[in-house]
C-alpha cells in the first residue's frame, strides 16, 4: 500500500498573497492530480502531471501554477489569494498498472482567505 | 465537452431503506465510469467503475450498472446502513488521463 500526504492541511492567508499546497505520494504513480472541491460544486480539475516535469491544465487552472519536479512530488500555487475564498484542495494519484484506473487521494488542505 | 450530473444534492434515508443515487454523463464512446465515496476529513475512494455496456460494478453492497442507452450509471444499495453515511460522486474517465467528477450527493442514515 501506499500514502499520499498533503500539507499544510489547513492554511490561512491574505488576500493577494502566493500560497503554496505540497503532496507527496510514495505509491510510485506516474501521474498526479490537484483537484479543487467546493460545497455544491464537486471536485473540479485544477492542474495534472503525466510524469516528473510535465504539466497539464485542467479547467480551473486560472489563478493556479504547479510544479512537478520529482516524481514523487507535486506543489500548487495559488498566485493571488482572493478574500473570501474557501475550498479544500485535493491531490490524487493513478496506478496505470492496474485494470481500475482509480485515483488515490489525500485528506486534503482546506485554504481559508481572510 | 464530456460531462457528469448528480441531480440529487442531498439524500436522507432510515436504516434499511433502499438507496438510489442518480447520475448521468454526456460523453462520446465509451467512457469509464466510476464511483467515489467520501467520509469526513477523508479524501474520497474508489468504489468501483465500469466500462463497457451493461457491465455491473460492485464493491460493498453498492452496485452500479453502465447503461449506454440512456446513459446513466445509478447507484443502488438494497438495505443502507447509519455507517454508509458520506457523500458519493460520480466521474467519468476522460480520454484517459484524468476523470471529471459531478457535484456530489451527500447521504445521511438515520438510525
Known amino acids: 500500500g501506499g500514502i499520499i500526504t498533503q500539507t499544510p492541511k489547513f492554511l490561512i492567508g491574505q488576500e493577494g498573497q502566493k500560497l503554496t499546497l505540497k503532496c507527496q505520494q510514495n505509491?510510485?504513480?506516474?501521474?498526479m492530480y490537484w483537484y479543487r472541491q467546493d460545497s455544491g460544486k464537486g471536485l473540479r480539475l485544477i492542474y495534472y502531471?503525466?510524469?516528473?516535469?510535465?504539466?497539464q491544465k485542467g479547467d480551473l487552472s486560472e489563478g493556479y501554477d504547479a510544479s512537478r519536479e520529482k516524481k514523487s512530488s507535486f506543489s500548487l500555487t495559488v498566485t493571488s489569494a482572493q478574500k473570501n475564498e474557501m475550498a479544500v484542495f485535493l491531490c490524487?494519484?493513478?496506478?496505470?498498472?492496474?485494470?481500475?484506473?482509480?485515483?488515490?487521494f489525500g485528506e486534503g488542505s482546506k485554504l481559508t482567505v481572510l | 465537452g464530456d460531462s457528469v450530473t448528480q441531480t440529487e444534492g442531498q439524500v436522507a434515508l432510515s436504516e434499511e431503506d433502499f438507496l438510489t443515487i442518480h447520475c448521468n454523463y454526456s460523453?462520446?464512446?465509451?467512457?469509464?465510469l466510476f464511483w467515489y465515496v467520501q467520509y469526513p476529513g477523508e479524501g474520497p475512494q474508489f468504489l468501483f467503475r465500469?466500462?463497457?455496456?451493461?457491465e455491473k460494478g460492485s464493491s460493498r453492497g453498492f452496485e452500479a450498472t453502465y447503461d449506454k442507452g440512456t446513459t446513466s450509471f445509478h447507484l443502488r444499495k438494497a438495505s443502507v446502513q447509519e455507517s454508509d453515511s458520506a457523500v458519493y460522486y460520480c466521474?467519468?474517465?476522460?480520454?484517459?488521463?484524468?476523470?471529471?467528477f459531478g457535484t456530489g450527493t451527500k447521504l445521511q442514515v438515520v438510525p
Open positions: 466521474a467519468l474517465g476522460d480520454s484517459g488521463t484524468y476523470q471529471r
Open positions: 505509491f510510485n504513480h506516474d501521474t
Open positions: 460523453a462520446s464512446g465509451y467512457p469509464a
Open positions: 490524487a494519484s493513478r496506478d496505470w498498472g492496474t485494470d481500475t484506473g482509480q485515483l488515490y
Open positions: 465500469a466500462s463497457r455496456d451493461k
Open positions: 502531471s503525466i510524469t516528473e516535469n510535465d504539466l
